[in-house]
């Protein structure tokens, strides 16, 4: 009787990757129980390999994965053995938070940044033991008033409004994840009332006319790369972190000089599909390879000293960084007659409201320009 190959039991849970048009790969869990397939995307992403920082943060994440996979394997199993878990119950915050910092990789180095700082904040106030469940609407309470309490460790000051509704904003986010993960029912914060939470300063939004752009076009800047790029901003929106991040690959060739970008932004995550005017397309550079970046910008301390120094040399005043671009086209859109919801999507806005800011500058505008006429003539 001939012998019967031995069968090996599928994998639970197994870490697969996918492609995204940007170059980096998406993580996702691969669920198999039951003859049942599910999937889990982590919102974790392999960035292309280019520099040994690059290598070190694939790794870190990809430990931060398997770490996630081991979880969801011991939680099928608890299931299959009958055992109900509370995962509210048995995991520290501080445990939730570094887990949640490893997993926003896909974001700006300043967003982590920032993240990194808030969970400080977070651990200073709470401690260490604090569990992720114990997180309610006065701990999160407690929270705000004690960052409004805390001193800017350089400055010695207290910490500014915007400061502090930037670490709320951040703790937020990662409560929110934490319902969307399965680890609490709805996130605390939403119980606060209106007057519980910061209200930050009104912000500025430096943007630079059309003839101070046209300035700059005839201005010299001693980076080539960083004057194509800054302009390719100003007629596009695209923020500086997602031009970095910008491949060949991601940008289609659509006829009569146009073109069209499709990209995962960096801060959001979300994907924004861009059709590029003709005056955008003629900022870029001679065309590469397809996993080539399009623009070769270096560090930030560069980018923003020589946005400066080429700002200054064109004869503006302003303060000028390479955020002023994004600043700019959304300005220049809604002065031309673009309308709100069209200018939103063209800059990857998720809420219409970060938009309006830049039509309330649009109309203080259109009043100053009407009062010209003020005391002018004599009746």
């Known amino acids: ?24 790969q998406s993580i996702y869990l691969d669920y198999y129980s039951n003859g049942v397939r599910e999937r889990e995307f982590l919102k974790m992403y392999l960035i292309p390999e280019r520099t040994p920082l690059d290598k070190q943060q694939n790794k870190d ?16 199993n608890n299931g299959a053995a009958g055992i109900k878990r509370d995962r509210r119950g048995d995991i520290l915050l501080a445990e ?3 887990g949640h910092l490893a997993t926003i990789d896909k ?17 200073e106030y709470g401690g260490e033991k604090v569990r992720l469940k114990d997180v309610d609407k006065e701990f999160c309470r407690g929270f705000v008033n004690y960052l409004l309490a805390t001193d800017n460790a350089y400055t010695g000051k207290p910490l500014t409004k915007c400061t502090v509704d930037n670490y709320f904003t951040r703790f937020t986010f990662a409560m929110n994840e934490a319902v969307r993960g399965g680890y609490i029912d709805s996130n605390p914060v939403h119980a606060l009332s209106a007057t519980d939470k910061v209200k ?3 912000s500025t939004r430096e943007y630079l006319t059309i003839d101070e752009v046209q300035r700059l076009i005839e201005s010299d800047c001693r980076y080539s790369d960083l004057k194509r790029a800054f302009m390719f901003s100003c007629f596009c929106g695209l923020r500086l972190s997602d031009i970095r991040a910008l491949t060949w690959g991601a940008i289609e060739d659509t ?27 003629s900022w870029l550079p001679v065309r590469g390879g ?14 923003s000293r020589n946005v ?41 806005h998720t809420n219409i409201q970060t938009t309006q800011i830049y039509a309330k500058i649009i109309d203080s505008k259109k009043k100053e320009a009407v009062n010209l006429v003020n005391g002018i003539f004599k009746h």
Not at 3 to 14: G, H, I, L, N
Not at 66 to 75: H, K, L, P, S
Not at 255 to 281: F, H, M, P
């Open 1 to 24: 009787m001939a012998k019967q190959a031995k069968r090996t039991a599928k994998e639970p849970v197994r870490i697969r990757v996918r492609q995204l048009a940007n170059g980096n």
């Open 61 to 76: 994440t990809w430990n931060a994965a398997q770490a996630i996979r081991a979880q969801r394997v011991t939680d099928l």
């Open 96 to 98: 939730y938070l570094n």
């Open 107 to 123: 974001l700006a180095p300043s967003t982590r940044k920032l993240t990194a700082l808030m969970i400080a904040k977070v651990l």
């Open 200 to 202: 930050p300063e009104s």
């Open 255 to 281: 006829g009569n000089g146009g073109a069209r970008v499709a990209i995962v932004q960096q801060k959001t995550g979300e994907t924004l599909y861009l059709d590029l005017s003709t005056e955008a397309v």
């Open 290 to 303: 397809a996993g080539d970046p399009v623009f070769n910008l270096g560090c930030c301390s560069m980018i």
């Open 308 to 348: 400066s120094q080429w700002a200054a040399a064109a004869g503006i005043t302003k303060h000028v960084t390479f955020h002023t671009a994004r600043h700019t086209f959304a300005t220049m859109m809604l002065t031309l007659g673009a309308d709100l919801y069209t200018t939103s999507k063209l800059l990857g």
